[in-house]
């Protein structure tokens, strides 16, 4: 017997950024790294739009509305260590595309892309 050593929520986790993967490259976005992790921090899913732009993607998924919903769990703590795995990542290219950070949101019966979520500006003023 083969046993999976992922948690619930992990699974749960894991069909979220398939949904959101296929959902952003129907429209349009190319994949180009799933989970990128440093030390700090994690992105998600990193796309390319097609006019070059890199977008960092947090998925985000809850049961239900409450708290907000899950476009507003993504706090100034998460989105500051969205930053620093953003800015690890880039410092990996030969040049700095423009680039944008977007959330995809999902509760029961319910995905809302939220493009251009959030900036330097948003993060830097939770800190």
Same mark, same amino acid.
């Given at each position: !017997?083969?046993?999976?050593?992922?948690?619930?929520?992990?699974?749960?986790? +894991?069909?979220?950024?398939?949904?959101?993967?296929?959902? *952003? %490259? $129907? %429209? #349009?976005?190319? +994949?180009? =790294?799933?989970?990128?992790?440093?030390?700090? @921090?994690?992105? /998600?899913?990193? !796309?390319?739009?097609?006019?070059?732009? =890199?977008?960092? =993607?947090? =998925?985000? %998924? $809850?049961?239900?509305?409450?708290? @907000? #919903?899950?476009?507003?769990?993504?706090? &100034?703590?998460? %989105?500051?260590? *969205?930053?620093?795995?953003?800015?690890?990542? *880039?410092?990996? *290219?030969?040049?700095?595309? &423009?680039?944008?950070? /977007?959330?995809?949101? !999902?509760? &029961?019966?319910?995905?809302?892309?939220? $493009? /251009?979520?959030?900036?330097? /500006?948003?993060?830097?003023?939770?800190?």
């Amino acid at each position: !017997m083969i046993r999976s050593f992922k948690t619930t929520t992990q699974t749960r986790g +894991a069909q979220a950024e398939d949904r959101a993967l296929a959902h *952003l %490259q $129907r %429209q #349009g976005l190319v +994949a180009v =790294v799933r989970n990128y992790r440093c030390k700090g @921090g994690e992105i /998600d899913l990193v !796309m390319r739009a097609p006019d070059g732009t =890199v977008v960092f =993607v947090e =998925v985000r %998924q $809850r049961s239900g509305r409450g708290f @907000g #919903g899950a476009a507003a769990s993504v706090t &100034p703590a998460k %989105q500051r260590r *969205l930053l620093l795995a953003a800015s690890h990542y *880039l410092a990996t *290219l030969a040049h700095t595309p &423009p680039c944008r950070f /977007d959330v995809v949101a !999902m509760e &029961p019966g319910r995905l809302e892309w939220l $493009r /251009d979520a959030f900036g330097l /500006d948003a993060a830097a003023a939770g800190s």
